[in-house]
């Protein structure tokens, strides 16, 4: 009982610093669109109402309210949402390469991504740039469309024996085999080589677990030092995910490179 107590009186005084130091530099800070109310440390006080993954309609309803511009905190980290075609264009075109770099990642987009190590999340630099040239270079260019051809049937023929499995006579729910097609498409072209069904299966169900229940961990992000100890089983639910994710995925990843 006096441990709890202690904790929380911690993270009260905490808090009560925090909120102070926040007020003696919001003067002297960069000024940023206006947005909902915010608690220092925790963020915009909308996230107590709505739930974290609810930001579209919740950007929608700001936009309404405050015009073009608003600003919402996830725990200290502001993000920026412009609606305005002509000011999009005016930030991301005219004044460019002050808006090329990205912000720091939130705290569990920083893991999930590793540091960043992704071109979705990357900064701006040579890691950015080399995972842009793979890319574009590897995948979307358009001469290698044709290289992606016994793939393409190989999936193809993945579909139509799931399709003749089901029978002509019974109604089928097709989404789910089009959505098993196209992961084994995307699988062997992230690994370079066909894996076997169970090894697919495996790929996806550590893949969707993550996605599904990603709006349980938002949660974390908030307060993310202590939110690991008031948040506990929250967290040791993650850290087990991400674990199912690195087994499944280092022996294929080894693998890959051990051909090379």
């Not at 006096?2 to 009560?16: G, K, N, Q, R």
């Not at 980290?77 to 390469?97: E, F, K, T, V």
């Not at 260019?141 to 016994?150: I, L």
């Not at 349980?216 to 199912?244: C, H, M, T, Y």
Request: charged share 15%; proline share 6%.
């Amino acid at each position: 009982m006096e441990t709890w107590f202690l904790m929380a009186v911690t993270l009260c005084v905490a808090a009560l610093i925090n909120s102070l130091l926040g007020l003696l530099s919001a003067s002297s800070g960069p000024k940023i669109p206006p947005g909902p109310m915010t608690i220092p440390a925790l963020g915009s006080i909308t996230w107590i109402r709505k739930d974290f993954f609810d930001v579209e309609s919740m950007i929608r309803s700001l936009h309404a309210k405050l015009g073009p511009i608003v600003a919402l905190h996830i725990g200290s980290y502001p993000m920026i949402y412009i609606s305005s075609h002509s000011l999009a264009h005016q930030a991301l075109i005219r004044n460019g390469a002050i808006f090329a770099d990205r912000p720091p990642a939130i705290p569990l987009v920083k893991i999930i991504s590793c540091n960043q190590h992704s071109i979705s999340s990357a900064s701006c630099g040579p890691m950015w740039r080399t995972l842009r040239r793979n890319l574009t270079a590897g995948i979307l260019h358009p001469t290698r469309v044709k290289s992606f051809s016994r793939a393409r049937r190989w999936v193809l023929g993945i579909l139509l024996d799931q399709l003749r499995a089901a029978g002509p006579s019974t109604a089928m729910q097709v989404a789910g085999h089009f959505r098993y097609a196209v992961f084994c498409l995307q699988v062997l072209m992230c690994f370079g080589d066909r894996l076997e069904e169970r090894q697919i299966k495996d790929v996806q169900a550590v893949q969707t677990a993550l996605l599904l229940r990603a709006p349980r961990f938002a949660i974390l992000n908030f307060l993310p030092s202590i939110g690991k100890i008031l948040f506990r089983r929250q967290w040791d639910e993650f850290q087990k995910l991400l674990r199912n994710q690195e087994n499944v995925f280092l022996p294929l990843i080894r693998a890959r490179s051990a051909i090379r």
